[in-house]
């Protein structure tokens, strides 16, 4: 009995982990993108591994729930610090800190808020449909549709970067 | 022709790309650490206020304290090793006061190899606000270093080091002068693990100005 115990718990440990490896690099740019901070990102992100690990056995579909969780977390963070700036008014929000996170990348989607950019990124980054963007933020279809179409207009309208 | 999707795809694989996956442990140690459910709508609507509270507080104490008015409490009791005030019981080791005012300098955490390792430290640094920002350096025990930059906020500064093998964390305030020791009593009171820990403060020129040797006792 215990060691079917175990062996459960370690099959478990090692599904967890094999998720872990697989999606940690696509979340941590979901994260980058809603954030606009590695810092802020990475803590979003681990901290949605450490609530996935612990409901492990209670989630069917792991990536979704993490991409919710992620974005969820990242909301959260953002909330946070912009009500402390509103109160202390002394520094940029962390919207406009850009440390070393990946530039291109970033001004990209420059300009867009931060739903518009978790929209952008899961529509047209990893092709979830309106309906699965509309379950990651919370809203209805028709919500992510007027979303990505403002935020389409909003990147055409940006400056394009010569390659060359 | 390119059209912008095509190109955030490519910005966004070759930043994906980029990102190196830590080990399964951080995820691990920090599951151990941090607190096993989330708490109850009310409980952090309860919180958040406490935070809203505290730090209207720290906005409005020093602009009385500026005004020439007299608190009936020292704000920093606990926080300044100068306080008489301080708390009734304090199993803490505490870094003298006084010789450790810094100007541009930063300050050097050496934990002892392995008592770190898992751990993702996440702390407050202080300074006196003339500095827009912190840079925090975490060694890990490769020898590899990983810095941020961290945003300063009314001279609070969250930093995080998600290293899994970090044994020293390195503050460089680039400008502005800061209490080695408050930023000391800040690591010791809450990161630091128990054992063995080595505080060293060091100016601009990078010469060490103090040594400290203590050992966190458990908590």
Redesign the interface.
């Given at each position: 009995m215990v060691n079917g115990s175990t062996e459960s718990s370690n099959a478990a440990d090692a599904a967890f982990e094999e998720v872990y490896r697989r999606t940690y690099p696509q979340m941590m740019a979901l994260a980058v993108a809603t954030t606009r901070n590695r810092s802020l990102a990475e803590d979003a992100v681990h901290d949605a591994y450490v609530s996935l690990w612990r409901d492990w056995r209670s989630i069917q579909n792991p990536i979704a729930w993490m991409r919710r969780a992620v974005v969820s977390n990242c909301l959260d963070v953002l909330r946070t610090a912009s009500r402390r700036n509103a109160i202390l008014r002394r520094q940029p929000p962390p919207g406009d800190v850009f440390n070393d996170e990946p530039e291109e990348y970033l001004q990209m989607l420059a300009g867009l808020n931060e739903r518009q950019r978790v929209a952008v990124v899961l529509r047209y980054v990893y092709d979830l449909s309106e309906a699965e963007v509309a379950q990651v933020l919370d809203c209805r279809p028709g919500t992510v549709k007027s979303t990505l179409s403002r935020a389409l207009k909003i990147l055409r309208g940006t400056p394009k970067r010569d390659a060359s | 022709m390119?059209t912008?999707?095509d190109?955030?795809?490519a910005?966004?694989e070759?930043?994906?790309?980029?990102?190196q996956?830590?080990p399964?442990e951080?995820?691990?140690a920090?599951?151990e650490r941090?607190t096993?459910?989330?708490p109850a709508p009310k409980t952090r609507r309860l919180r958040r206020g406490l935070i809203?509270g505290v730090?209207?507080l720290a906005?409005t104490v020093p602009a009385a304290a500026a005004a020439g008015l007299r608190l009936p409490f020292d704000p920093l009791a606990g926080l300044n090793p100068d306080s008489k005030a301080g708390p009734a019981t304090s199993p803490l080791p505490r870094i003298p006061a006084g010789s450790q005012q810094v100007k541009g300098g930063y300050i050097t955490l050496t934990v002892v190899p392995g008592t770190h390792a898992g751990r993702?430290c996440?702390s407050l640094a202080m300074h006196d606000?003339t500095s827009?920002s912190v840079v925090a350096t975490v060694v890990n025990c490769g020898g590899g270093e990983h810095?941020?930059?961290?945003?300063?906020?009314?001279g609070v500064s969250?930093?995080?080091a998600?290293d899994p093998g970090a044994r020293r964390i390195r503050v460089v305030y680039p400008g502005g002068s800061f209490d080695a020791s408050l930023i000391a009593d800040y690591y010791l009171s809450k990161q630091l693990p128990p054992g063995p820990a080595t505080i060293t403060t060091i100016n601009a020129a990078g010469d060490d100005i103090a040594t400290h040797h203590l050992t966190i006792p458990e908590r």
């Open positions: - | 390119t912008i999707i190109r955030l795809r910005a966004a070759t930043y994906t790309d980029s990102v996956t830590p399964v951080t995820i691990y920090r599951a941090s096993p459910r989330r809203v730090l209207a906005v993702s996440s606000g827009s810095t941020a930059n961290v945003s300063a906020i009314m969250l930093i995080y998600n």
